[in-house]
Every structure is written in C-alpha cells, then in structure tokens.
C-alpha cells in the first residue's frame, strides 16, 4: 500500500480560482515529518513546506495554506488566487523517524497543477 | 549560482555506452543523495551519502553505481543500462548527516536521461 497517496493526477483551473491539493499519508509512527515540494518545469524540487506530527496548526504563507488533520491522515495544500507561475507539480512527501532519515523521503506521485491564463 | 547543480542537463546513451552524471553542491551540506523520477510513479531514492557512511535502495541494479569523493561531488556511474533506466536522475542535498529524518531536501534540476 502507498504511504503517500495524492489522488488527483492532474488538476486544471483558471487563473484567479482557489484550487486545493489533496495528500493522505499512512504511518504507524508517532513522530514524523510531512513536507510539500513544487516541481516547476525547470525541474528541480523546491521545498515549501515541513510539519512534525506533534503541530496541528494551520499555516498559511502568502497565498498558500496547509491544513494538517491527524485525525483523517491528511496534509492539504490550499493555493488561493491561483497564478500562471503557479503551474506545476506539486508532491507531498513522508518522513518517519522509524527510517532515521536513511530511507529518505516516501513521496506520492505528485499533482499536476495547471493554471489557465 | 544554483545550490545544487546537475550535468549534464540530457543524455542519450545506447545500452552498451557507460557514462557518468555528475552532481555538486555549493551549500556546505553533509548528505548528498540520488532520486529516479519515473513518469507515473513516485520519486525513488537510489543512495544516499554522508562521511559517515553510505545507504543504498536494495532495489537499485548494480549497473547503477554512485560514487562521492567528497561532501560536494556526487557521481551516478552508469553500464549497460536497459531502456527502462530513461528517467529524469534528481541530486539532492540537506544539512545535516544521513539520519535527520526532518531535513528539508535542496534539489538539483536533473538529468534526463534516454536509453535507447
């Protein structure tokens, strides 16, 4: 079973519209660490986000948001006022403390984000 | 000049070619790292590097084979790859040593690599 699961492949919106990116994890751990990661086309990953397991806090950072819901296994990631620049894929990602980092990041298959002019 | 930076940015290889990618960074990190980014599937982590020590994906066929001279150089040495190899190789970096399950990952933009 996927640890990491984002369920939509490929989201379309224009611009100016809120879109949200859904990410549901599995872990038996209780301390962990969740992170969102954009992949524009020039193709390196860029770090947007890390929450520990211990902070259920919303945050917000500009236009994005991030709800952590434990309850429902969940890390979603809110763009409101969507732009061009904001075309991309976009991966959530798993880090468990039972791996002590040596097995890197568990990330889902990514959302594709495509924002229409 | 970019954190973490990849060359070369494609490469087209025949089976029986070998070839190296080459990865550097610029950020005083300690971990250095190899991603396979297949379409449709998720990042796969082939190796990971420290001073300390090296972990690999059991998973990864010895045609595929790292090497890492120092904490800013990371090399993927490549032999009779098969066509299924043809992937985008991410490089990546983070701060602190191999066992820092929170660190943020500093990526590089990848080679993409062809098999044919």
């Known amino acids: 079973a996927q640890k990491v699961t984002q369920a939509q492949t490929e989201i379309s919106v224009v611009e100016k519209e809120d879109v949200t990116l859904d990410c549901v994890y599995e872990?038996?751990?209780?301390?962990?660490?969740l992170f969102w990661y954009k992949q524009p086309p020039s193709g390196e990953l860029v770090f947007l986000i890390r929450?520990?397991?211990?902070?259920?806090q919303n945050e917000i950072s500009g236009r994005y948001s991030w709800n952590f819901q434990k309850s429902t296994s969940s890390f979603n990631f809110t763009i409101t006022a969507s732009q061009v620049v904001d075309s991309a894929v976009y991966f959530c990602?798993?880090?468990?403390?039972?791996?002590?980092?040596?097995?890197?990041?568990?990330f889902g298959k990514g959302t594709h984000l495509i924002i229409q002019p | 000049e970019t954190g973490v930076t990849q060359t070369p940015r494609h490469l087209v290889m025949g089976m029986t070619n070998k070839k190296s990618l080459k990865c550097e960074q610029h950020?005083?990190?300690?971990?250095m790292y190899w991603y396979k980014q297949s379409a449709k599937k998720p990042l796969e982590l082939m190796f990971v590097?420290?001073?300390?020590?090296?972990?690999e994906n059991n998973s990864v066929p010895s045609r595929f084979s790292p090497e890492c001279p120092n904490s800013s150089h990371l090399f993927l040495h490549l032999h009779t790859l098969q066509p299924e190899d043809s992937a985008l190789y991410l490089c990546?970096?983070?701060?602190?040593?191999?066992?820092?399950?929170?660190?943020?990952?500093?990526f590089g933009s990848g080679t993409q690599l062809s098999v044919l």
């Open positions: 990546a970096s983070s701060h602190s040593g191999i066992r820092a399950y929170n660190e943020k990952l500093f």
């Open positions: 872990t038996r751990d209780t301390t962990y660490y």
């Open positions: 929450r520990n397991s211990f902070d259920e």
């Open positions: 990602a798993l880090s468990e403390i039972s791996g002590g980092g040596a097995d890197g990041l568990t």
């Open positions: 950020l005083g990190h300690n971990a």
């Open positions: 590097y420290s001073l300390e020590e090296r972990v």
